[in-house]
């Protein structure tokens, strides 16, 4: 293989199949490595923050993957690390779906220029937005990447898309400890009407960044799983 360029040299890890990512869809799942935020809980840390540590996939074997399994997926979802902080991310989107499939991303929604673009262009169907908790506790649960007013200007402009646009987004939180059932209430009142903030119960890693602790919900790429 020769060595990937572009948007596929950031491919650092597959899931063939996946039943509970999408909700009410098989899906695989395709991981981006990079990141924005320095989450002190992050369970992809490798992924997020070293992912030169991490293999990169053949385009090829990934693109025949999804050509020969786009009869029986419903769907393929691009995922983390942070999707939107990728250059070219729209054009993975765009080659999958050449395939027919429909698209959903995972993000923090702190890059939501590009989320507007990618939305606009028809390049992903579904956004799957974590919200990390209060605006107040965005500076400790992001490793102080985000500043409260910023992460409430970045939420602002992610919830009026998901009012204009309704069935585009939903919402999550992950229990990270220190997390309250008070400050989930808060995250949840942040959304617009008809949307759901859905739970998703904290997974400490199998190990622990030097810099960081423990932590949360996003799952680890499944290893280079392309058959
Ligand atoms: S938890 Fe998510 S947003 Fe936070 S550092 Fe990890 S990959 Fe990035």
Redesign the pocket.
């Known amino acids: 293989m020769s060595e990937p360029t572009g948007v596929w040299s950031y491919v650092r890890g597959f899931e063939n199949m996946s039943l509970c990512d999408w909700p009410g869809r098989t899906s695989c799942i395709i991981f981006l490595g990079g ?5 002190p ?5 490798q ?3 070293d992912m030169q540590s991490l293999p990169v996939l053949d385009p090829l074997r990934v693109k025949a993957y999804l050509r020969d399994r786009a009869g029986w997926l419903d769907g393929v979802t691009i995922s ?3 999707p939107t902080t990728v250059p070219g991310v729209g054009e993975l989107a765009f080659e999958i779906k050449k395939t027919g499939m429909p698209v959903k991303m995972d993000s ?1 929604g ?1 890059r939501p220029e590009v989320v507007a673009e990618l939305l606009e262009e028809k390049l992903v169907d579904t956004f799957a937005v ?1 919200v ?1 908790g209060p605006y107040a506790k965005y500076p400790a649960l ?2 102080k ?1 985000v500043s409260e007013i910023a992460a409430r200007a970045n939420m602002a402009r992610i919830f009026a898309m998901a009012e204009a646009k309704p069935g585009a987004f939903y919402f999550r939180i992950t229990q990270v400890p220190g997390l309250t059932q008070a400050d989930i209430d808060v995250a949840r009142s942040y959304l617009p009407p008809n949307h759901e903030l859905k739970i998703q119960k904290y997974v400490p890693p199998r190990r622990t960044p030097e810099h960081a602790k423990p ?4 799952r680890r790429p499944a290893g280079n799983l392309v058959d």
């Open positions: 990141c924005n935020l320095r989450c809980t992050c369970h992809n840390f992924l997020a923050w983390g690390g942070e923090n702190m974590d990390k992001t490793g990447a932590n949360h919900e996003e």
